[in-house]
């Protein structure tokens, strides 16, 4: 049994918090983006937040470091864009592998200066963090032309393949499908990365469960109300759809607050055989978009899921900050972690 699974059955694990809110505070300028080696790039580069893992690292690594003293088990890598598709909004397709080995090495840098500076300190783990890309296998991007599609299951299969060699290749210990308002495109990523390490069995040696390669960590969105996924799942037929990968953890992120997502929470903790997982946005935006919800209000959502017995990883996105986690951490230090179900054979 690896590390991470023997301390998710002890307590319940924390997860870092938002990385482009904390990016949005530093401000940063075009040319902060651009630094000198993009400094004559053709277009704008200036919200490609995963590029600053190559130009500014410290403001990457300084992030990691607030979420890791606010009390993170695990922080995600700067990767949420770091595809060929994503990247090409700003037409830097080729730096899609360098992405994702920039950003796992700004992660592990923060670690390892926090264990320094912090002797004695409990494990600490980087989750390579895969977005759900800005194009989809289920939706046609045209409304006269249902059954067009902007991509193909294959080059979804294989942007996600280049991502996840680079987040392997940097060192990362988990693979976090995450944000996931398209079932198809998460199947993507997951054939990727079983695809990946059957292709490549000594990338998958440091790995404690084998020649299965990283353990998989799966977060959906529920977008609204009616407790569907953007695509249309219910949250029952989202986890059916995923659970062949056997995965660490299944869970839910973005889009809703706490309060908003408890509910499908809930549903997950009965449905899933595996660790379940949850980071909620920060409340619901406001009228400018921006997050109200103080670090004690998010917290005592999570309590109480937590004392619920729902949870076994909590942590906070859009909106949430280094302040939210610390009050989170402190919230489920000492809450029992949700059990795993013990699942009975069909005879």
């Not at 890791?68 to 592998?97: C, H």
């Not at 977005?131 to 045209?142: A, C, E, R, V, W």
Request: aromatic share 8%.
């Amino acid at each position: 049994m690896s590390k991470i699974k023997e301390l998710l059955e002890e307590r319940i694990l924390v997860l870092d918090g938002a990385m482009g809110t904390m990016i949005q505070r530093h401000r940063l300028t075009e040319a902060d983006y651009r630094g000198g080696r993009f400094a004559q790039w053709h277009c704008d580069v200036k919200g490609n937040n995963d590029l600053l893992s190559i130009t500014r690292p410290e403001v990457i690594k300084g992030i990691h470091k607030e979420y890791l003293k606010a009390g993170a088990d695990i922080i995600e890598t700067n990767t949420f864009s770091s595809t060929s598709i994503a990247q090409a909004d700003y037409e830097m397709q080729s730096l899609a592998y360098e992405l994702n080995v920039a950003s796992v090495k700004c992660a592990r840098e923060a670690i390892e200066e926090f264990v320094a500076e912090n002797p004695g300190t409990g494990p600490k783990f980087i989750a390579g963090a895969i977005g759900p890309l800005n194009k989809t296998l289920s939706l046609s991007p045209d409304v006269n032309n249902p059954g067009y599609r902007a991509v193909t299951f294959d080059g979804v299969a294989a942007a996600y393949t280049e991502q996840i060699r680079g987040l392997v290749d940097g060192g990362a210990d988990l693979l976090l499908i995450e944000t996931i308002f398209d079932t198809l495109n998460a199947k993507a990523a997951i054939f990727a990365a079983r695809q990946f390490f059957r292709e490549h069995p000594e990338k998958a040696v440091r790995f404690e469960n084998g020649a299965e390669g990283a353990p998989i960590m799966i977060s959906g969105t529920i977008t609204d109300a009616s407790g569907r996924t953007l695509s249309g799942q219910t949250l029952e037929a989202f986890y059916i759809s995923v659970a062949h990968a056997n995965p660490l953890s299944v869970g839910l992120n973005c889009a809703l607050g706490a309060k908003e997502m408890r509910p499908h929470v809930a549903e997950l903790a009965h449905l899933a055989a595996c660790f379940v997982s949850a980071y909620p946005n920060a409340g619901l935006p406001n009228a400018m978009g921006e997050y109200d919800e103080q670090p004690e209000q998010t917290s005592a959502f999570l309590e109480d899921w937590a004392k619920e017995g729902f949870v076994n990883i909590v942590g906070g996105c859009c909106g949430t900050t280094p302040a939210h986690i610390a009050a989170i951490a402190k919230a489920v230090a000492g809450v029992a972690p949700r059990p795993l179900p013990v699942v009975k054979a069909i005879a």
